[in-house]
């Protein structure tokens, strides 16, 4: 089993949710998180010219199965692409999965 995480800008959110949805993959989590970048930004707030180095960005993770991986992240990068291309995709390993309701483990409780 694995997380597909990719981190986005808000502004890419609907357009990978569709992708993932088409794709078959119903369940996900996404929260908004923020990021730094190489670059910052100079931004004017109540007169004052302020350096900006943190963006807002929004995570998604996808719980897959090891078959399903490439699917998600297909489905993730066609979403993106529509709306600038930009973001990262990040794939960890998960170690066990406790669905709390029916107490099932494993890619079942997936």
Same mark, same amino acid.
């Given at each position: 089993?694995?997380?597909? *995480? ?15 949805? +088409? ?28 350096? *900006? @180095? ?7 993770? *996808? ?18 692409? +529509? ?11 998960? @170690? +066990? ?14």
């Amino acid at each position: 089993m694995k997380m597909v *995480v990719a981190v986005l800008r808000p502004e890419q959110l609907p357009t990978v949710k569709d992708a993932l949805f +088409e794709a078959d993959f119903q369940h996900l989590t996404a929260t908004s998180v923020m990021g730094t970048a190489p670059k910052t930004e100079q931004q004017m707030f109540r007169g004052v010219r302020r350096e *900006v @180095s943190l963006f807002r960005r929004v995570r998604i993770e *996808v719980a897959v199965t090891d078959a399903l991986v490439e699917r998600a992240i297909e489905a993730i990068t066609r979403g993106a692409k +529509e709306t600038g291309g930009w973001g990262h995709i990040f794939v960890t390993e998960i @170690s +066990e999965v406790v669905k709390i309701w029916t107490g099932e483990r494993g890619p079942r409780a997936l």
